[in-house]
Every structure is written in structure tokens, then in C-alpha cells.
């Protein structure tokens, strides 16, 4: 998309480039549009391609034609009625200090929810219930504070699971040979929870890989 608009666009595209915006794309805009007054969490800016835009900033109304070029900065309330036979705009967004933000959410989405490379981090963080399950699990190889079922019930919320659906969630990591029941020295009838050491490693290895990457987005944006 760049590149065509690159090639489309030369001259508006270079000012907007120039000008330290992230993102530029190519809008089109429907006829009599009206956006209500709205902000945004970000610097936006656009250049009139084809039609006409007014826009009202609370403290005053511009008309923009072909070649006019705005910018609102972030959190600035504004509003845009698009005129009657629509308008193409240049859009520019500067996402100022939330580029980091995105960047550590992409991450977050690529390495929790949208995993495809390990079928086990896409199991545990399928659910929040499961999620608070295994990595409560994990921490205890480092706390040596050992956890029972009752205990579980207690750090689960509720809207998240019913006991019956922890239950399961435990069972089923049993099975699967995730999770490890044992038993204390102390009371033999008190049953304890704990990881295996293949899947403890495996969340160890995990959490390395996301700490990199953490440390790579804030040193480059």
C-alpha cells in the first residue's frame, strides 16, 4: 500500500512522511457524512485528494478542498461532514507516545491468543480461568507456596469459572499430563497441585521469548 501510494501520490504523500506520521493510507469518504464531534488517541492528519470536508474544532469551522492539508492532535474533539459529492483523502496517523502501546498489544495478541508454533501456550491462554490456572501453577515453583484445590476456587473469579469448570480444567491438565497431583509429607490426605517439569520449562522458555521481544519494542519505537 505504500508504495502505490508512494507512486500515486508523490508530493502528498513526502509532506505527510516528513512529517513523522506512522501510518498513511488513501480514504474514501460517503456523501453528506457527518462524523459527530469524537477524538482520537493519536495525531491525525489528511490532504483533500478529490471533493470537499468541513471541519468544525469547536473554536472554528474550515472548509478543505483539493491540496488543503489539516492535522488534529490527539484528544481533540473535532467534527467532519463530508460534502455532497463525498471527498478521497490522504490519512495520516503520528501515534505520538502510544506507538509503544500498539506495539506491546500486537505482541501480546501474536504471543498469547494468536499463537500457532506451541500447541500448549494456545491451550492455557484460552480462557482466562485457564490462564490464571497455569501460571499461578508456574509461580509456585518459585514462591514454594503450594496451592490446593480450595485455594484455586479462591483465585479464580467467579465470572470467569464455575468450580465445576475448574474442576475440569484441573482434571483435564491431569490428563494431559500438565498438571501433577501429589501429596504433602506433612498430611498424606492434603492434595497439592503442581506442574510437570516438561510443560514448568516449557512456560520458562516462553516467557524468555516474550520478555526479548518486550525489550526490543521499547528500544526501537
Given at each position: 500500500?505504500?508504495?502505490?501510494?508512494?507512486d500515486?501520490?508523490?508530493?502528498?504523500?513526502?509532506?505527510i512522511?516528513n512529517?513523522?506520521?506512522d501510518?498513511?493510507?488513501?480514504?474514501?469518504?460517503?456523501?453528506?457524512?457527518?462524523?459527530?464531534?469524537?477524538?482520537?488517541?493519536?495525531?491525525?492528519?489528511?490532504?483533500?485528494?478529490?471533493?470537499?470536508?468541513?471541519l468544525?474544532?469547536?473554536?472554528?469551522?474550515?472548509?478543505?478542498?483539493?491540496?488543503?492539508?489539516?492535522?488534529?492532535?490527539?484528544?481533540?474533539?473535532?467534527?467532519?461532514?463530508?460534502?455532497?459529492?463525498?471527498?478521497?483523502?490522504?490519512?495520516?496517523?503520528?501515534?505520538?507516545?502510544?506507538?509503544?502501546?500498539?506495539?506491546?498489544?500486537?505482541?501480546?495478541?501474536?504471543?498469547?491468543?494468536?499463537?500457532?508454533?506451541?500447541?500448549?501456550?494456545?491451550?492455557?491462554t484460552?480462557?482466562?480461568?485457564?490462564?490464571?490456572?497455569?501460571?499461578?501453577?508456574?509461580?509456585?515453583?518459585?514462591?514454594?507456596?503450594?496451592?490446593?484445590?480450595?485455594?484455586?476456587?479462591?483465585?479464580?473469579?467467579?465470572?470467569?469459572?464455575?468450580?465445576?469448570?475448574?474442576?475440569?480444567?484441573?482434571?483435564?491438565?491431569?490428563?494431559?499430563?500438565?498438571?501433577?497431583k501429589?501429596?504433602?509429607?506433612?498430611?498424606?490426605?492434603?492434595?497439592?497441585?503442581?506442574?510437570s517439569?516438561?510443560?514448568?520449562?516449557e512456560?520458562?522458555?516462553w516467557?524468555?521469548?516474550?520478555?526479548?521481544?518486550?525489550?526490543?519494542?521499547l528500544?526501537?519505537?
Amino acid at each position: 500500500m505504500d508504495t502505490n501510494l508512494r507512486d500515486l501520490y508523490p508530493k502528498e504523500y513526502i509532506k505527510i512522511k516528513n512529517l513523522g506520521y506512522d501510518t498513511i493510507d488513501r480514504r474514501k469518504l460517503e456523501p453528506n457524512k457527518n462524523t459527530g464531534f469524537h477524538t482520537h488517541p493519536f495525531t491525525a492528519c489528511m490532504i483533500i485528494l478529490e471533493g470537499k470536508v468541513l471541519l468544525n474544532n469547536v473554536s472554528e469551522e474550515i472548509v478543505l478542498k483539493k491540496g488543503d492539508f489539516i492535522s488534529v492532535d490527539n484528544n481533540i474533539s473535532h467534527n467532519e461532514k463530508i460534502g455532497p459529492k463525498g471527498a478521497v483523502v490522504l490519512y495520516g496517523k503520528k501515534l505520538d507516545e502510544n506507538k509503544q502501546n500498539i506495539a506491546i498489544i500486537e505482541d501480546s495478541l501474536n504471543g498469547l491468543y494468536l499463537e500457532t508454533n506451541n500447541q500448549f501456550i494456545s491451550f492455557i491462554t484460552i480462557t482466562p480461568a485457564s490462564y490464571i490456572l497455569y501460571l499461578t501453577l508456574y509461580k509456585q515453583h518459585y514462591s514454594e507456596i503450594w496451592i490446593n484445590q480450595e485455594d484455586i476456587f479462591k483465585l479464580i473469579p467467579r465470572k470467569y469459572a464455575s468450580r465445576s469448570t475448574i474442576i475440569n480444567l484441573i482434571n483435564n491438565g491431569i490428563n494431559r499430563k500438565y498438571i501433577k497431583k501429589t501429596r504433602t509429607h506433612l498430611d498424606k490426605r492434603a492434595v497439592y497441585y503442581e506442574l510437570s517439569d516438561d510443560i514448568f520449562y516449557e512456560i520458562e522458555s516462553w516467557i524468555k521469548v516474550r520478555k526479548s521481544k518486550l525489550v526490543n519494542i521499547l528500544r526501537d519505537t
